[in-house]
């Protein structure tokens, strides 16, 4: 049987040679610091470096982006129910295979979504994910893709 090995075990690999801070730059860091200013400057999100101790006990710096939400889950759907103040019923359709008879069938999902643009039934609506506005309600309207035909 084969077992894991412990970080303790050596191993049959040649060990990877140990880079400290110091002598890890071959260019001293003021140089690419002028470097990167006299660039065109580029609007980002603010970073926060922090020093971080590495097990060979040496620190490194870190960029750590703050403010930055990750890619957020979009949906596109059709607005089932607009009863409700300041929230939609959003009826999103999607194509599954079916395992057995390899047709598509098509799946309903509904999700409650926060309204502040005023979307009636029948709207084609773009939906993003969000913190829990309520007991139910996970979702934000982003955008009215297409307006219901009067």
């Known amino acids: 049987m084969f077992r894991r090995k412990k970080k303790d075990e050596p ?3 040649p060990a990877a040679p140990e880079v400290s801070a110091e002598a890890a730059p071959s260019e001293p860091a003021s140089e690419t610091v002028n470097a990167e200013s006299s660039s065109a400057p580029v609007e980002a999100a603010p970073a926060i470096t922090e020093a971080v101790t590495t097990p060979a006990g040496g620190e490194s710096k870190v960029a750590v982006a703050k403010g930055r939400s990750g890619n ?8 089932a129910s607009d009863k409700m103040q300041k929230t939609v019923i959003v009826r999103v359709d999607r194509q599954v295979l079916h395992p057995k008879y390899r047709r598509y069938v ?3 999902s509904k999700f409650m979504a926060h309204d502040d643009l005023g979307a009636t039934i029948g709207d084609r609506v773009r939906i993003v994910e969000t913190r ?11 955008e009215i893709v297409q307006k219901a035909a009067k």
């Not at 957020?72 to 607005?79: E, I, L, P, S």
């Not at 829990?132 to 982003?142: D, Y």
């Open 72 to 79: 957020r889950v979009q949906k596109v759907g059709t607005v």
């Open 106 to 108: 098509r799946r309903t």
């Open 132 to 142: 829990p506005l309520s007991a139910k309600k996970r979702w934000r309207v982003v």
């Open 11 to 13: 191993t049959d690999a």
